[in-house]
């Protein structure tokens, strides 16, 4: 499903733990690190595709996060031509995606990267909020960036009760 202008509906996930520390997920057989991110099917609400997007790439549930907020807007990254399958080229131009900024009330352990029969991640890790970009591939780093500096405010408002 894309739009007028060629970019598919998504949302990109920033899972935070209480130390603010955020959720990174390593690509199945790559070096390659991202946050959780998906499509928005056809009928689905952004918020709805984030949920399920997080039950399948990380195995939480609504119960295990608080939604701390949102970007407003879409934020767009164009995918490289060689990147695109090419029945797509001259229709596809990439992704338009709505950010999540999640806190985990959960526990580490109900993390499952096995929860879909498609697992995404292979590995994952809390690294500092502030991600070292230059591990996002190129064409993503500025929506990263974009998200990261929107969505940080809302650290600030919440502040997660610390389990003893």
């Known amino acids: ?17 209480a130390k603010n520390e955020v959720f990174w997920g390593k690509r199945i ?5 991202q946050f959780p991110q998906g499509g928005i099917k056809r009928g689905e609400t952004p918020e709805q595709a984030m949920y399920r997007e997080l039950h399948e790439e990380v195995g939480l549930t609504p119960e295990h996060v608080r939604i701390l907020g949102r970007t407003k807007d879409w934020l767009r990254y164009d995918v490289p031509t060689h990147w695109i399958k090419r029945e797509w080229r001259g229709s596809y131009k990439g992704q338009k995606q709505i950010w ?46 974009l998200a990261l500096a929107e969505l940080e405010r809302f650290l600030e408002s919440d502040r997660a009760p610390r389990r003893p």
Not at 2 to 16: A, S, T
């Open 1 to 17: 499903m894309l739009d007028r202008e060629g970019y598919r509906p998504n949302v990109g996930i920033i899972l935070c733990n």
């Open 29 to 33: 057989r790559e070096h390659a690190w």
């Open 100 to 145: 999540y900024l999640l806190r985990l009330v959960g526990r580490d352990s109900d993390v499952c990267l096995r929860a879909s029969d498609h697992p995404e991640f292979d590995a994952w890790r809390w690294n500092e909020y502030w991600v070292p970009l230059d591990a996002v591939i190129e064409f993503k780093r500025e929506v990263y960036r």
